[in-house]
């Protein structure tokens, strides 16, 4: 079982771009989260998905979008990029009927530039 | 508003000597507690969770409410232990986790 995977690695964009970031949940989970960490920081809850619907968000402006397919993977959009939103990216799985069973991936680098 | 602290950017203990990671959170209802560690180039992990009361690799942490606290002890650290340790709390519908900053904890030879 390769856990949770996310592509890319690493990514460079420019200031203004709009980037999508993608995430493969662990086999048999069928909620995704996504997680901002900046540099230096604990990772900040951004949005999670289930049933291919937003079902919680946090305090992120609406640059940042999401999707879930009906395979469970899901994606994550940010339009209009900042330098601010240069961090690591994490996408967590679990599984919505068992409430504390989160698999983290190892993150997508983004860097603005 | 759910917000957790740890006080601590780094600590730096000897090898053998004991470790308390301390954190502390505010929540308005009965939280979920747990600590997530990141050890050097490898992802964000489960250390334990209050809920079942565990022991992981001889950390223990105990939940105190009327301090609202949740600090991870060790009473003997290990080389190995050194990683980024962060205390996260989980709201009553098990959603989204509110992470703290995180500790580094460096053991010396």
Redesign the interface.
Known sequence: DAGVTQSPTHLIKTRGQQVTLRCSPKSGHDTV?W?QQAL??????IF?YYEEEE??R?NFPDRFSGHQFPNYSSELNVNALLLGDSALY?CASSLAKE??G?T????TRLTVV | AQRVTQPEKLLSVFKGAPVELKCNYSYSGSPELFWYVQYSRQRLQLLLRHISRESIKGFTADLNKGETSFHLKKPFAQEEDSAMYYCALQDNYGQNFVFGPGTRLSVLP
């Open positions: 989260s997680y230096g920081q604990g990772p900040q809850f999670q079902r919680q946090g994490l409430l504390y989160y983290f991936g190892s993150g």
